[in-house]
């Protein structure tokens, strides 16, 4: 597995966002996780990222327990975020947003590869190259925002709601990316609102429920299960 | 594109785009000239119509440059905290309050350490300066976790501890303060060059350490510290993601700032000789955060431009009077009057960053109803 989550909770002070959760993603996997607002889906992410410590339970990268690991040495062992509202630096041009999400890395021609990659992954930045972060669209943004992710060559891609606020067109889009991403060799675990399309392009998914597990199984069979269809389908 | 929009983007393109655009030796030949005229500034009285207007009246004009120098030093270690890493500091004087009396510690015989020291100036320094960075530190290491508003006001707490601390404990002797803290060293045709009539080598001191502190903050600025401060100014929890090791940059902010900030209490207590904790007022914090405000934050040539401004202004209403009062006692109100006409005028401060334009744009989006 390369990535384990074992019993983990998580308080904001006294809130308490995760009840022991556990997930696992092996490799080569995409893996959805969904769930309603508030469920604690952007939490578990931040777990995995190392931006809020836990209270309880492990997490396991490649075999070792990162649980108490700084955040940005999970960057460096392959952990990396594209975060929910997307988190661009709105003064830096495009590509300097690229460049910070090389920030761990050092060889030149390999982040230039890397650069180039995105940019053919999502030719609208290769014309915005110059543009400030702040200013593009949410589209673009959100490009910008999975393709700086992708700069540090993860082995573990944390999307957090990729398809938040895009245009349908651009929704399939995004996922079809999300697919080839994937393809390439990079596992993925995405949260997403938009379940239906997050099942049926993902693997496995689980369903969370304030902070719990309920369920979980392939993308297919959560697709067709009634409860998730009743929940978060939203289709008669 | 809104009207204050363009206006910003034609104004920072203006003088500054057409600098970049430039060879290196024209860049290299205005940059000297400019280093000239500012050395030749305490001369600038004697320029023919044009110097009266601008030299102090009730204050002589080199003692003003001077203050205006230990200004812009603190205006500038100001703004690497609040500016380049986004650390709102309210506290900043304290630092300029260790250096100060670092030195004075080390140096004045009203000093305790005296009989084991009895160091001259230049040996106090390095010592001062490594404690205003410990300071820094001691600072910094508490308050990493808090952001805007609460660091804003443990900073404020900071410099008042650091105040009444000297106002109450014996060891720093309080309204008393130290007196006889020599002055830096040198000596020129037989006499001393840092005397106590002629303010004029203690400007040229200021000076070069002020363009020693803009080379230092510039390297850093253009290296992978001055990346890590932007990303985090910009959104912490985004660079984090990034693999910005968070917390040690924004140590290194507050212990740079500190740093400099010392720098100008070192210089602050060789030439003046005395201080006392009188001398180390929350006003001075406010006004120093004012000038980088004023001047345009996260970006050197502004903070310049501020910290000078916050120093000549009230110096240059010394002296002239309005009916039986001196405009100096206005000083405050005319102060406060001319920030909020710049701030209306050029709400990103006089030379703004562009960058933070945008950086202020991205959070008026955060606050705006969605
Ligand atoms: N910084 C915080 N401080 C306090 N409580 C928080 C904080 N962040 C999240 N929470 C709470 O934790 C719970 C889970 O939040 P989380 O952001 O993980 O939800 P989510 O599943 O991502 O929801 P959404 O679909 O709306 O993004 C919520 O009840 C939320 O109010
Ligand atoms: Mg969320």
Redesign the pocket.
Same mark, same amino acid.
């Given at each position: 597995m390369l990535l384990e989550v074992e019993n983990v909770t998580l308080s904001? +002070?006294r809130?308490q966002?995760l009840h022991g959760i556990s997930l696992t993603v092996a490799q080569g996997e995409v893996v959805a996780l969904i +769930?309603?607002? +508030?469920? +604690?889906?952007? !939490? !578990?992410m931040?777990a995995i990222s190392g931006l809020r410590p836990l209270s309880q339970g492990t997490i396991r990268f490649d075999g070792e327990d990162i649980s108490k690991l700084r955040a940005d040495l999970r960057v460096v062992r392959g952990v990396s975020q594209s975060p %929910?509202g997307r988190g661009i630096f709105p003064g830096m041009s495009v590509r300097d947003n690229l460049e910070m999400g090389a920030y761990t890395r050092r060889n030149r021609s390999e982040i230039d590869e890397d650069m180039d990659r995105a940019f053919t992954l999502f030719p609208r930045l290769r014309e915005r190259e110059k543009q400030a972060g702040g200013t593009l669209s949410g589209g673009e943004q959100q490009m910008l925002a999975v393709g700086r992710a992708l700069m540090s060559r993860p082995k573990l891609l944390l999307l957090? %709601?990729p398809s938040m606020g895009l245009a349908p067109m651009l929704i399939q889009q995004i996922f079809d990316i999300i697919v080839e991403i994937n393809q390439q060799g990079t596992t993925v675990l995405l949260?997403e609102?938009n379940a239906q399309q997050a099942l049926s392009r993902a693997h496995r998914a689980y369903v969370?429920e304030t902070?719990r597990i309920v369920k979980e199984g392939t993308g297919a069979e959560l697709l067709h299960d009634p409860a998730v269809k009743d929940a978060y389908l939203g289709v008669a | 594109m809104s009207v204050s929009e363009k206006a910003t983007f034609r104004s920072s393109g203006g003088v500054r785009g057409w600098f970049g655009r430039q060879p290196v030796w024209v860049r290299g030949v205005v940059v000297a000239v400019a280093l000239v005229l500012a050395f030749l500034l305490p001369y600038a009285g004697d320029i023919p119509l044009l110097g009266p207007q601008i030299v102090t009246e009730g204050i002589d004009w080199p003692s003003a440059l001077f203050n205006m120098s230990y200004y812009v030093l603190l205006a500038l270690g100001l703004n690497v905290v609040v500016g380049y890493a986004g650390l709102l500091d309210l506290g900043y004087v304290g630092f300029f309050a260790v250096g100060a009396y670092g030195t004075a510690l080390l140096t004045s015989p009203d000093s305790v350490l005296y009989a084991d020291t009895g160091w001259k100036w230049l040996m106090a320094v390095p010592v001062a300066l490594a404690l205003t960075m410990v300071a820094g530190l001691i600072l910094g290491w508490p308050t990493l976790r808090l952001r805007g508003d609460y660091l804003a006001i443990v900073t404020l707490g900071f410099a008042e501890i650091i105040r009444i601390f000297a106002t109450s404990t014996t060891t720093l002797r309080g309204d008393r303060g130290f007196a006889s803290i020599p002055h830096p060293p040198g000596e020129w045709g037989g006499k001393p060059i840092f005397g106590v009539t002629d303010a004029v080598p203690y400007f040229w001191l200021g000076l070069v350490v002020i363009i020693l502190v803009i080379l230092g903050v510039r390297n850093l600025d253009r290296s992978r510290v001055g990346r890590s401060w932007l990303a985090i100014r910009e959104d912490e929890e985004a660079a984090e993601i990034m693999g910005v090791r968070t917390i040690k940059y924004k140590l290194w902010a507050f212990a740079i700032g500190a740093f400099i900030g010392g720098l100008g209490g070192v210089l602050f207590a060789g030439e003046q000789g005395f201080i006392n904790s009188q001398t180390f007022v929350l006003q001075f914090s406010i006004l120093v955060l004012a000038g980088v405000v004023m001047g345009g934050s996260g970006n050197m040539a502004g903070a310049i431009l501020g910290g000078a401004l916050i120093s000549y202004i009230p110096d240059r209403l010394r002296g002239i009077s309005l009916g039986d009062t001196d405009l100096y006692e206005y000083r405050f109100a005319l102060f406060g009057a001319v920030i909020i006409i710049i701030m209306v005028l050029r709400p990103q401060g006089l030379i703004p960053s562009r960058r933070r334009a945008m950086e202020l744009k991205d959070r008026e989006k955060e606050v705006a109803p969605q």
């Open positions: 904001y +002070g809130i966002a +769930g309603a607002n +508030g469920a +604690g889906k952007s !939490t !578990t931040r %929910e957090d %709601e949260v609102q969370l902070g | -």
